[in-house]
């Protein structure tokens, strides 16, 4: 299926073109500006974990009658408890942070950085690999234009995301090819999450809307746990509040357009 390549590739060109903004920009992101992409970015995820994931579950589960919310309640908090594992394992950093997560490591700063947007990434990439594994077994609830809105959406908001991993190792004294370099591998892994996640659910096509709440589950956990922080951090702003709604209402938006 030709759309398959192109809705993989979508979301990693988004982070190729932020990591590209080393090139053309010469400052580290301000404040502000963090905190309208964290938003924005919140925003987008949430609407798709809605529309994409949570709600194509339950339609595909009406069969079992008033338990039809089961699989997408298990699946939501299977994704949370995931994310959370990987949290806790994973050593890396946030941007303007001083204490790195996950266990105690003497990885280099700039390798930790990358490894906290990659975590990032991970849930976006199975996002994809779900959602056309479902299109390719053709499911009812899963449209050739709703998966490819799903990947514009989580392309539009990945290049901030990639702009936030390049220009920080910049202003820390990498060269610009090395520090999109460092940019453009934070978003390998969704190209790499979303094939993994189609060939093992072409395995369990019957378990999709576990995995699709499964996906919802682990892209809600990065919001609350650090995207929502991010657009609410230093002194008090309503930006990131409206960037939010801003990045939920375009996501809403493609996603009903497109279907």
């Not at 949570?54 to 994310?83: D, H, K, N, T, Y």
């Not at 499911?139 to 998966?147: E, K, L, Q």
Request: glycine share 10%.
């Amino acid at each position: 299926m030709y759309i398959l390549p192109i809705g993989l590739l979508i979301p990693f060109a988004g982070t190729a073109l932020g990591a590209a903004c080393v090139f053309v920009m010469k400052k580290e992101l301000g404040a502000m500006v963090r905190r309208s992409l964290a938003g924005f970015a919140g925003g987008v995820m949430v609407a798709a974990s809605i529309w994409s994931l949570i709600i194509p579950a339950m339609q595909q589960s009406e069969g079992m009658g008033r338990l039809s919310f089961f699989p997408a309640a298990a699946g939501f908090w299977c994704g949370v408890l995931f994310l959370l594992a990987l949290d806790s394992l994973i050593p890396h950093i946030h941007v303007n942070a001083e204490k790195a997560e996950g266990v105690r490591s003497r990885l280099k700063r700039a390798t930790m950085l990358v490894l906290a947007v990659t975590l990032h990434n991970i849930p976006e990439g199975m996002t994809i690999g779900v959602v056309f594994a479902g299109l390719m077994a053709n499911n009812s609830a899963i449209t050739v234009g709703g998966a490819l809105a799903l990947a514009l959406g989580i392309a539009i908001q990945n290049f901030p995301e990639g702009a936030i991993v390049s220009m920080p190792l910049l202003a820390e004294g990498k060269t610009k090819r090395r520090a999109f370099f460092y940019g453009l591998m934070s978003g390998i892994v969704e190209p790499v999450g979303a094939l993994l996640t189609i060939f093992a659910a072409g395995f369990v096509l019957p378990a999709m809307p576990y995995f699709l709440s499964f996906a919802a589950g682990a892209m809600v956990y990065v919001v609350v746990d650090e995207l929502i922080p991010q657009m609410s951090e230093g002194e008090h702003s309503n930006i990131g509040v409206l960037m939010f709604t801003a990045g939920f209402t375009l996501m809403m938006i493609l996603d009903v357009a497109l279907s």
